[in-house]
């Protein structure tokens, strides 16, 4: 049974949000400007988001009891991050609505569900074949798709580039399928793409939509550096990125804010790599150069309220602080021309979101 929405959420009412990050932070802050509290779930202490909520339930996330004390106290549930377990949000989704839903989250957990999906609303992606053994391997390695190289991709679970093994045709499939230890995987045929895109974009609860441009995402060892907006890709490009979106948000009767990561080739074909259902990292830059950031949006789609305008009024350039880029913040902070935004994490390690910023340009002229 799954509580269906009714209604507009009032100023006063509680947002839930599973998982305390980075996400859940500025979503709790989006939040907090619309009038709304919001009470987080996540097992760790000081998480970035409890640090600005009104609520932190610190509790394992199989604590039954802790779960539904959670769901009875929230207007409306969302997640900031797709590995919630599905028995989670299931049982939350009893007692509140949870948005964007139980369906999103099964397809967005597994990489072998998501592509056929998407496969299935006829929008295409990188060729794959599913991994479940040696044998299937061997025999995905040997499929024509690996002609330009592979990459072995554990189905759950991976992000930031984890997870995932590079490979070529005639490779050893023993020391590979060993190296997965045992997980399922797909295969997927190497996308020589000119560069990477995404979408990030917000149905509402009656099936409006908005889309942010897409923005020109750049990857450092597995991890989003730079977003760079516009991205340069043509009108049309751009168009069919959004109508992707939208066709996937409506084919899971989405509520929230997406982001729909893209390849765009050599020959201006748009294909899916991957879809997150939450409020995206490479969406960052809307807070600087958008009246309505991805945050806001998607606290207006959940909580019913009247989507923005995601129209932006500067270009803009947003780079990660991963690690010690954070120890440039001073200096960042005496440009006049961009927005430092800090996850309240105590301890920087290498590789670890810290923060991040965003350059602005008028319309037309490189920020940055
Ligand atoms: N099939 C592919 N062809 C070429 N590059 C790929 C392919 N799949 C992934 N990549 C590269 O690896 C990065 C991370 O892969 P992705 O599937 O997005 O996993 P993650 O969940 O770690 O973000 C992508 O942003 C892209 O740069
Ligand atoms: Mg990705």
Redesign the pocket.
Known sequence: MTNEFSGVLQPGATIGVLGGGQLGRMLAVAAARLGFHTMIYDPGRNCPAAQVANRHIATPWDDNEALDDFANACDVVTYEFENVPAETTERIAVAVPVCPGTKALAVAQDRLMEKSFVRGLGIAT?PFGQVDDEASLRAALADPMTANGA?L?TRRL?????G?LRLKAGDDAVAAWAEMAGAPCIL????D?EL?ISVVAARGRNGSFRAFDPAHNI?RD?ILRTSIVPAPVSADIAEEAKRIARMIMDGLDYCGVMGV?C?VTRDDEVLV??IAPRVHNSGHWTEAACLISQFEQHIRAIAGLPLGDPARHSDCVMENLIGDDVDRVPTLLEDGNCLVHLYGKAETRPGRKMGHVTWLAPPGRQAG
């Open positions: 990188a990459i991709k991976g992000y930031d580039g984890k995932q997927e045929g190497f996308v793409f990477e990857h597995g990561e390849f790599n991957e």
